[in-house]
């Protein structure tokens, strides 16, 4: 059966944010009308006008001149456009059970503001939500930004999320973070629009694209922290499953009867490396954290630690190495001692022949940076916008 076709009025939104997107894209350097009818196939009456319209409503301005403009065949430069940073804004905020990072963005992308706050132990699902609309509204006030020009709110939520339902699955390190409609709280009390991902998705996103990684287009990244979760980037987009939701690679199982994790299962990906660190959920530490300096003096018990986590690691590796074939991994950990010292026992242990593999996966490291979740948030915010 065929779906309907678009009506004229979709059609001109349609190409007006396709051509918003291509100067959104252009940043500081600023794209052209004869540019953006050799990118898009429209025709130049049509690109006129959408720049017109775009230039009236006061989302995109003239790029100052640089004095390195392409001289057009009739002598005259043209001009180039970029997007207003003032005409729009975008909040991206990112939380899991020991901290709240938040951070606005102008329509250029810019940071403009960020703040985190550490969460208490006994923290509750309502609690967390009340201090993300306090903050986003403080905020906005305290900006003097009118809620007319919020594109968005971009939420990373831990947990599985399903994006269909716009809801957080199940989070046990936050009382009440269980099957919450976080989207329809928040858009109802803050009076704008919001959309959710899972929080590990949103920093894959950001490392993917600002990262400076080569990863040929393919990524999958691990996020160590009290727990373990993955998201897998291939192609500027964010792979989730069939019924919408984000994946749970820290619930790979391992072994069946293996230590008992928080889901209920045995032998997760998650509950061997939380064995190995028991103070990880104790204390809300991020897994591993505070063995940078026995690993730099050459402790034998924290290399063994490392070595032990890389074992299971390799084998969620594999799995996912079998289902999406990515073309590198990152591994995201609390410092960047901690995070390359299992890439590069990874790597050893990667190193061995796979009948499988015809392609060795390149392996990366980093430390986490709470600012990058925020930025994978915002942009993501963007993206759907701009559909």
Known sequence: MQGNPLRASDLRVHNQNMVLSLIHASKNLGTSQSEVVQKTGLKAPTIFRIFSSLEEEGLIVPAQSNGEETVAKKGRRPVLYVVSKHARYTVGLEFWTAFLSLGVFDFQGERIYSVMHPLAESVGASQVIDLIVGEINRILGELSIPKKKVIGVGVAAPGQVDLAQQRVRYYPRIEGMKDIALVDELSSRLGLAVMIHNNCSALAFSEYRYGGFDHSGSMFTFLLRTGVNGAFVHDDEIYVNSQNQTIECGHIPIDSDGPRCSCGSRGCLQAYLQDLDPNSVELRLALFEGLDEKLQEGDAAAKRTIERAAGYLVIAM??????????????????????????????????????????????????????????????????????
Not at 327 to 351: D, I, N, P, R, W
């Open 318 to 387: 594999k799995v996912l190495t079998r289902l999406l074939a990515p073309k590198s991994f990152l591994f995201v950990g609390c410092c960047e001692t901690v995070a390359q010292a299992l890439c590069e026992q990874v790597e050893h242990l990667m190193s061995e022949p796979d009948a499988f593999c015809c392609e060795k996966p390149r392996i990366f490291a980093t430390a986490y940076d709470p600012l990058l979740a925020q930025k994978g948030a915002s942009d993501l915010v963007l993206q759907e916008y701009f559909r």
